[in-house]
């Protein structure tokens, strides 16, 4: 989910709150798929990376991209509204009811590495990550695409100038977030559980990171998800469980305050 809201930052410098449920309903898209029409959890997963894409780039081409004179404020509300949209048409189409997804990696398999125990999901689910990260890594720095990207984000107008198409830019940019934001809704609800509420906490944690490790910074991103489950899990052990969750919170308070930039970006100050 930070490498999600970390490719819609590099674009248009707007964190999408409206990630977590665009996730949700695109992981639903795929539960409806092996469920309804019985198709393997493979055709489903491509199903949904591909319903993903549609959403990203709808939602920019209808909402974003038609908003009058709009500033970071107005777009973060957007993106805002557009989340209470998907949810209530979750909550209308599926209820909510929790279901189960399968999913071809096991939770209760386990693998040991010198004393740190980690399921087939969790592995799956690491490795995935940071397959990910370097697929986006090579993207944005060694594809005309990405680079183009880059620019979109510093300066539209001077891109623009400089003839790069840059509305397009923004819609490959919501697309490919929503596909990176999907697989990661498809590795949580077989952890949880699918209903309309399950990508809020991911969708916390993974701003968290963002914010810890620097929202254009992606490998920074990927980093600082790792030490905040670190933070949580050793929190949890040594303080209590029950304030486990408060961890994410505070992290996005002290950075913020301390180092807007996060840990792994360079800070820039305006100059005229």
Known sequence: MGLAMGIIYKASEVPNFAQGDMAMISTYIAFVIITVHGYPFWVAFAGSLVFA???????????????????????????????????????????????RISMPFSDTETFEFGGIVISELGLATVVIAIVLMGILWWFLSFTRMGVAMKATQQNQMAARINGIPTNRIMSLSFGISAVVGAIAGLFVAPVTTLDPNMMWDPLMKGFAAAVLGGFANLPGIVIGGYLLGITENMFGYYISLEFKSVVALIIIVLVLWFRPSGLFSKHYTRKV
Do not use: C
């Open 53 to 99: 894409f549609l959403l990203g780039a709808f939602f920019e081409f209808v909402f974003i991209r038609r908003a009058k004179e709009p500033n970071i404020l107005s777009l973060i509300i957007i993106t805002l509204g557009f989340q209470m949209v998907l949810y209530g048409i979750a909550g209308w189409k599926f209820g909510s009811d929790q279901r």
